[in-house]
């Protein structure tokens, strides 16, 4: 029943995936009822409804303190977060519907970023199944389960590309590639929306951090972003129109500035690009006091101006701050705020309940049995394993020491071993870590002696005796270590990105023991462990897995699931050498280790330590050599485009499972610009294939290129292509591929 249950998930969320999600637009009808209840608001009413406020916790659970209500009441407040499970929300929302004048519903929204109650992997490591199917599932079951919960609204995709692992934040997104993570920005979108905004069974997504918010200087949390308007846009930029023209619903502002303005306050940003450029019709809330926050950047003067400039930039909610609620009455008196201003953005958030089905039910996210069947649900559980697993990357694996052998007598050490609170990693939501797997538990049943060895942080190196003693009395050994989940997400940022305390010297103490040692890391960014990838016998990546992290990470060391995950982000040999990424341009002076003058450090190599799309499995695969048809591509005068959509390239490649176990591939294809009219990468990303493979079968898989594969910012900042030559390149890495030469003509 378990399965079948997880194969309707299946289906229901590639159902939702396969109608065609689009670019939010009201529906017909809607604006007519914005207007109308528009027209009796007050400019009070019409502020609380700008405003978002959080309620807070009691250590028992939602505290209904007297104050939200009276916010609510008073219509001083119209919307909420951190407010969910249907009795509270019920409460909340009695309060606005009932006791207010217009009854106008609240919003209720909360971080659903990797699932409510079910907690699945951290979004990076989901971005490392390379599965769009499995990442879209996540969402939906997140979706399912916090709609149930009296939830209405999540903060997510995170779509902030991430390429360096300083920023703890990499762990809530989908690793450094544009590409991939606009592709994996549509899927969230779409499992987070399903079928259409308003099914009780969804939410309203929010693409967040708007925008390139992780280009922070330094990799620093919150700190300056600067960068040309051309890696802007090449690099950074796409994601979130990505994800609008997936249909999210609503935008957050990030708290770093861009080109100099803080992007609450970035009138390019807000109204240029996002409304007129993407006709963008929802609405943009703020992050956390981001426009309180101005005035500390140094753009305004005080609270009052800063809310003037974010209105009239184009934020139309503000998170936290009462800086509407306290200053924008008196900056529409002084004509510093225009009425229409305000009524538009009151427009847009009105619009969206309408759009969800508020007016006509404000309690239809409200049914205490439908919260009670959905959460954690068998069928739930068995999603987040299967995701899980997907999500594992397997780094080394010298003498095929994996998978385990059941009758082997294994040393589990590491301060990870037991642990359940660290599994479920940052932003677990609604999740208990009680409820969450541990590695422990998932080998339950096997021969294991357990020590622990260390603790994540601190010099005690105490346990090591016990430790490898455990490691000598056994057949092989297993270490779990890695970060604690603070350690990563929001306000996080690390310049020493090794394992911390004394992990690595206990993994090395255990390799001198001479027997077989397999590392699991269990982390929320690439880790620098040049030291540990020398000496370990095998290395699991696994990320923070979620409530079935001791299962799927078992299922993957017992061989039950074959690993197929590829790295969505670099791993480099230290921090020195970041930021570093797979698509980097030439330079003048590229790399040659036979010359000292090239672009290279005397103290590290260039090369990272896994690069971008890494991943091994237990079987191994060959690749021929890509075959491309037609090789020049026909241009087509009149409209004056290098390639007509109608002549694609279609570039072909044979891949063979040369081992003697099924496995999964992704086959990956860059694409290279070899002379353009600006500097271009070395490669990019452009498309891949999962494929299963049977030991000893061949599959000719076949990549269709349009034009847009070949398009780029020009030197004069058109979007476009270019004639001449391109390097198409496949392989399962970014470093091992296979080229074939195709020509773009004019
Ligand atoms: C935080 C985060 C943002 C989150 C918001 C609400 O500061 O930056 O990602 O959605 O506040 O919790």
Not at 162 to 188: F, K, N, Q, S, Y
Not at 447 to 466: L, R, T
Not at 709 to 736: C, L
């Amino acid at each position: 029943m378990k399965k079948l249950k997880y194969l309707f998930l299946i289906a229901q969320a590639i159902f939702a995936g396969t109608v065609s999600a689009q670019l939010y637009k009201p529906s017909p009808g809607i604006e007519t009822k914005v207007n109308a209840l528009l027209a009796k608001m007050t400019l009070d009413e019409k502020i609380g409804q700008l405003t978002l406020y959080t309620t807070d916790w009691g250590s028992t659970g939602p505290t209904i303190r007297e104050g939200y209500k009276n916010d609510i009441r008073s219509g001083a407040c119209g919307n909420l977060f951190n407010s969910h499970t249907v009795g509270f929300v019920r409460d909340l929302q009695k309060v606005a519907v009932e006791e207010t004048r217009l009854k106008i519903p609240l919003l209720f929204g909360y971080d659903v970023i990797h699932g409510y109650k079910t907690i699945f992997p951290i979004p990076l490591g989901e971005a490392a199944s390379w599965d769009l199917e499995a990442i879209e599932l996540s969402a939906r079951v997140a979706a399912l389960e916090a709609s149930a919960a009296g939830l209405n609204w999540t903060f997510a995709p995170m779509v902030d590309i991430g390429r360096d692992p300083r920023w703890g934040r990499v762990m809530e997104g989908a690793g450094e590639d544009t590409w991939l993570g606009c592709r994996i920005a549509e899927a969230r979108v779409r499992g987070i929306q399903g079928k259409k905004i308003g099914s009780t069974d969804a939410m309203l997504a929010c693409v967040k951090h708007y925008a390139a918010y992780g280009a922070a200087t330094a990799g620093r949390d919150y700190n300056t972003v600067d960068m040309s308007e051309r890696f802007f846009r090449e690099y950074y930029l796409p994601p979130y129109k990505a994800a609008i023209e997936a249909g999210a619903a609503t935008v957050m502002t990030s708290f770093n500035d861009y080109d100099g303005v803080p992007v609450s306050g970035n009138k390019y940003l807000l109204t240029n690009i996002l409304r007129n450029e993407w006709g963008f019709k929802g609405f943009v809330v703020t992050d956390y006091t981001t426009i309180n926050e101005m005035v500390l950047h140094g753009v305004v003067a005080n609270e009052k101006e800063a809310g003037e400039l974010a209105l009239n930039a184009g934020v139309d909610m503000d998170m936290q701050g009462a800086v509407f609620q306290r200053f924008t009455k008196q900056s529409v008196k002084e004509g510093k705020v225009m009425r229409q201003q305000i009524d538009e953005a009151v427009r847009r958030i009105l619009r969206l309940k309408f759009e969800l089905g508020l007016f006509d039910d404000p309690y239809k996210f409200c049914d205490e049995n439908r919260e009670k069947a959905t959460l954690l649900s068998p069928a739930n559980r068995q999603a987040a394993r299967e995701v899980s697993r997907k999500s594992i990357v397997l780094l080394k694996n010298d003498k095929n020491v994996l998978p385990l052998q059941r009758n082997q007598r294994i040393a589990l050490i590491g301060p990870l071993v037991d642990n359940q609170s660290e599994l479920i990693g940052n932003w677990n939501g609604a999740g208990n870590a009680n409820d969450c797997v541990s590695l422990a538990a998932g080998l339950k049943g096997l021969n294991i002696i357990q020590a622990k060895g260390c603790e994540f942080e601190g010099s005690d190196k105490s346990g090591f005796e016990a430790a490898i003693a455990a490691a000598r009395s056994a057949d092989v050994v297993v270490v779990a270590v890695g970060e604690k989940a603070m350690m990563s997400g929001e306000a996080a940022s690390r310049t020493d990105i090794t394992l911390p305390g004394v992990q690595e010297e206990l993994i090395l103490e255990l390799c001198k023991t001479g027997k077989p040692v397999v590392v699991v890391l269990m982390n929320g960014r690439p880790l620098a462990i040049p030291n540990i990838a020398a000496n370990a016998t095998a290395i699991l990546e696994t990320w923070w897995l979620g409530t079935e992290a001791g299962n799927a990470i078992a299922d993957v060391l017992l061989g039950d699931y074959n690993p197929a995950g590829k790295l969505p982000m670099t791993f480099p040999r230290s921090v020195g050498q970041v930021p570093i990424y797979y698509n980097e341009k030439s330079t003048g002076r590229p790399f040659d280790p036979n010359s000292k003058w090239t672009s290279k450090y005397i103290d590290e190599a260039n090369a990272p330590l896994y690069p971008f799309g890494f991943g091994l499995s237990y079987t191994t695969f060959s690749y021929g050599t890509p075959v491309a048809k037609p090789s020049y591509l026909p241009g087509d005068e009149k409209s004056g485009t290098l390639a007509n959509p109608k002549y694609p390239v279609k570039v072909s490649v044979d891949v063979t499972n040369t081992g003697k176990v099924a496995g999964e591939e992704v086959v990956q294809l860059y694409v290279r610009d070899l002379v353009g009219s600006v500097t271009r990468p070395v490669k990019e990303l452009k498309g891949f294939q999962k494929v299963m493979l049977q030991p000893g079968e061949t599959k000719n898989l076949t990549f269709t290129l349009n034009e847009e594969a070949f398009r780029f910012y020009r030197r004069n900042m058109t979007f476009g292509t270019e004639p001449g030559e391109y390097d198409i390149m496949i392989g399962g890495n970014s470093q091992d591929v296979k080229t074939v030469r195709v020509r773009l003509e004019k």
